[in-house]
């Protein structure tokens, strides 16, 4: 449009300042037509471009007004800080206007007041600040037939009213139980079960039971027992003693009790046999020694021989041999008297007797050195051990030689006792051939009744 309007402008001054152009000129009229024209273009034209003046001025105000009210908020755009809340937390940092914070209470505590609040445009929160209280787990009275409800952190627990037991009072007492409650409050369980059983026909003295302690999470009902208990399968409620002895009875690691297990009320203990003491692991049984702690009836010519379970009162008595005397040297040991020159019914009979004892347990593994008999200063060439005694010697022993001097004892196969065995080994000295003395070795082994 402007290029239009400078062309006839231009135009018009050619004209003017060229009269030889004459005829060829547009006429007065036509110019001033022309003229109109341009003065509406350069109206319209002047108006459009006041008008993008204008808009551009309101989008600069517009501009200026936020920029100023950012700068405002920026001064203090954060709400106050919230108070820390007890028994619960708050989900949440930012303080910042239109940021939400939202309270959370711990197991066993309700939210009272507003769960989340808003920092408003106003810096203030909306809402009110809330606070967590203990859920009272009593207020739907939970215990039944005339119990109490005590009220704690996450649970309840009921004290009951006589003859009721249970986490809820719910179950009606057996008489040993009020037995075993009432003892085991002021005594350990081991009496309180020897309390419980004293009391009561051997027919009652079944399973003992304890209540459970029971927590209610998110509505369900969670019941534990103590140490030693288990939930019963008759209800949820209801803590059995568990029997060791039973359930363990051939466990991996062994049994459980050497002897005897006998079961108590949240445990269990082993027992031994007579004459025997519970080792200190409460597992094994160990051997009194009767003859060391004078727990023996022994008379003064008697000796006491300590055995496994037991002891043994020993008396030594020098054999009676035809042509020959004895006289007893030691306590356990026999000589021959001199012998009358060619008496040879007296010089061929043994010179000594030696009495030894052992104590061994049943069913010891075999073969097994049991003695040694050796000669202390051999006077002939040759010296011959043998085994003397029965067929029941003969069945469990023989004699070997260990080196030139030493015959030993052997035990070939185990013994199942109670049981107690005799030997007998003969030493020989010989000189030539000739046999210049025998010293007999009587050997007598208790065997005990059990492998302990
Ligand atoms: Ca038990
Ligand atoms: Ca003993």
Redesign the pocket.
Known sequence: MFASAGFVITLLCFCLLHPAFGQDCPTKQEIQGSLKQIQKLLSAHEASYLQSLRNLKKKINLLQNSAGKQSAKAVNSTCPKLDPLTNGRKLGKSHSISHEVHFLCDPGYELVGSESRVCQETLTWSGQQPLCRDINECASSPCLNGGTCVDEVNQFSCVCAKGWAGATCQSPVPTFFVTMTNTSAATSPATAAAAAAATLPAATTGPFVRPSRCSIVQGTTHCTCEPGYTISGRDSYTCTDIDECELFHNGQAGRLCLHTCVNTPGGYRCSCPA?YNVTRDGRSCK????CATRQNNCTKDHMCV??????QCVHVDCPKIPHATYVKTSPMRCERNPCPVDNKACSQAPNSFSYHYLAVVSNLSAPRVMFRVSALRPMGDTLRFSLLGGRQARRHFTVQRSDRLTGQLMLVSPVQGPATLEAEVEMSELEKRVQLGRYITKITMFVSQYDF
Do not use: A, H, L, V
Request: charged share 25%; no cysteine; hydrophobic share 20%.
């Open positions: 004459g051997d009194i020694d009767e300590n055995t496994y379970g037991g002891f």
